[in-house]
């Protein structure tokens, strides 16, 4: 399963589940995340650890798919 795959909802997901689904450990996770942050694709709630994509994003992958 990839990434956007998982956060295609557009729900907060924790980081713990991403590293399950993923098979990645912690620091790939941070490092996915901080990614997504920084183009802001999705909004990074560090201090609950979890994650979502943005609004655009998740209406774009609805599009394509």
């Known amino acids: 399963m ?3 795959e ?3 909802d557009g729900k907060w997901h924790q980081t713990e ?3 399950l689904s993923l098979n990645l450990d912690k620091d790939k996770i ?3 995340t901080s990614f997504f942050n920084a183009y802001n694709l999705a ?3 560090g201090k609950n650890g ?3 994509i943005n ?3 998740k209406k774009l ?3 394509i798919t």
Do not use: G, I
Request: glycine fraction near 0%; charge should be positive.
């Open 2 to 4: 990839m990434a956007l």
């Open 6 to 8: 998982l956060l295609r």
């Open 17 to 19: 589940e991403l590293m």
């Open 30 to 32: 941070r490092e996915l």
């Open 43 to 45: 909004k990074v709630d």
């Open 50 to 52: 979890r994650v979502r």
């Open 55 to 57: 609004s655009d994003l």
């Open 61 to 63: 992958l609805t599009r």
